[in-house]
């Protein structure tokens, strides 16, 4: 395989024709306004990469008193929890910047209502996660919690006592998206598996590498960049299920250029400078070649959830210390990029309920974790890393490779063209028309695992109608289009 093609087809999510970046419609949280209990009038206007570092000074300062935290995005600030302690501490958070509101359930508390939950209502179908917006642990059931099991769950909750935890239903299935962002495809017993790239990194041994869903890295070793095409990388690492869903997988070719981006599409991308802990309640980004480009916001940290075992029909894949959000995603989506549009990566997509059009939640594989257990680096690896191609125009006519031609002669939309003449998202055709393999419908070929979301937009099949324009969070300039 040329190098050439193997640093545009795995340079961190699939090219979407015209789409670019759509900016966060910047809704405030039903549970921001009781943040004004603390006062605002002091607090700090913040990114939320910067509200994420302040959180984690302020939990050091206020020890016990310290009750979670969260970014109102709205206002530009960040909201720290706190329980009866020393009042001199909490005016030392208000100096340092931060919104002050008194809360009743104390972190130690709603820990111990998870471990709870853990012990009793381990049910494939449901989720936990702590949403320091209400000061509660919101649990969550999908559709396949009835009867028996959500008469269990139901009862476990009230015992946690009252105020301690909500519950809602979800109207769709938790599940794992095997099938994917900037698709990876390989060949197991049964069929095809198809997954999505995270982000290129290197292995500690140098090597150049990508981070995955580690439900992936389990399914199959070997992984091509086409349906019918020879493995370019095989999985080093994976863990799933358990203390996360990752997966390191490394070239096949030493020399395999893999650039630190995220190409979102026209011949734009958006460069990953660093990986980042999420904040409740910031706006992010997820990228997939099914439903491409859509942002909304994290809504719980630390998040179990209980999947349905895909291997023992009676068994549950338990998965802990996820990111939850309201980004929807849905089948051919797995395993790719949850960043910032400052170039911070966030998260690798694991699984969920709902669509793009209901809503739902989906949850992420912290990037954070996933490099600290592979040892794994961020940033590009191979021969001439951070040069996706010597005749490469990404940023010229929006055709990622030049021409039109990522392999030579080989053409991943069929017209040779992902931003023209493959049109992917103005056809709203991602996997008909647009083909990535040339030879199989990318969305057909994964399954139907589903994902959740909350924001309006339509599935891949009309995205090229969906447009909006805003400004970003943080202050940065405005990338506009569709979604």
Known sequence: MPKRKAAIAVGGV???????????NANASQDQDKATAGGTADARTLKAAD???????????????????YYDSGKQQLVVNVV?????????????????????????ELESAAR??????????????????????????????????????????????????TLK???????????????????????????????????????????TAGHCG?????WSDSQTGQPIATVDQATFPGQGDFSLVKYNDAGTQAPSEVNVGNGRTVQINQAAEATVGATVFRMGSTTGLHDGQVTGLDATVNFQSETDPNGVDTVTGLIQTNVCAEPG???????????????????????CTSGGETFFQPVTTALQATGATLGAGGNGAGDQSGAGDQAGAGDQAGAGDQAGAGDQSGAGDQAGAGDQSGAGDQAGAGDQSGAGDQAGAGGDQIGGGADSSDPAGSAGDQSGSGTADDGSSSLTGTH
Do not use: H, Y
């Open 14 to 24: 699939a090219a979407l024709g015209a789409a670019a970046l759509l900016l966060p």
């Open 51 to 69: 509200a994420s570092g302040l959180a984690a000074q302020l939990q050091k300062m206020l020890g016990q008193a310290f009750a979670g935290s």
């Open 218 to 222: 389990v399914a199959a070793k070997d």
């Open 333 to 355: 989506d797995s395993g790719g990029s949850l960043f910032t549009q400052d170039g911070s990566a966030l998260g690798l997509t694991s699984g969920g309920s709902g669509d």
């Open 116 to 165: 709870a939950l853990k012990t009793r209502a381990t049910i494939p179908g449901t989720s936990w996660a702590v949403d320091p917006r209400t000061d509660k642990v919101l649990v969550t059931a999908d559709s396949t919690v009835t009867g028996a099991k959500w008469d269990r769950l139901q009862s476990t909750v009230r015992s946690l006592g009252s105020g301690m935890a």
């Open 169 to 211: 239903k979800s109207s769709g299935t938790f599940k794992t998206f095997v099938s994917g962002g900037d698709a990876i495809f390989s060949q197991v017993q049964g069929g095809n598996v198809r997954c999505s790239l995270g982000f290129n990194v290197t292995a500690s041994d140098g090597s150049p590498a990508f981070l």
């Open 84 to 108: 009866s302690g020393d009042s001199n501490v909490i005016v030392q958070a208000k100096k340092a910047g931060a919104v002050v509101r008194q809360v009743e359930n104390s972190t130690a």
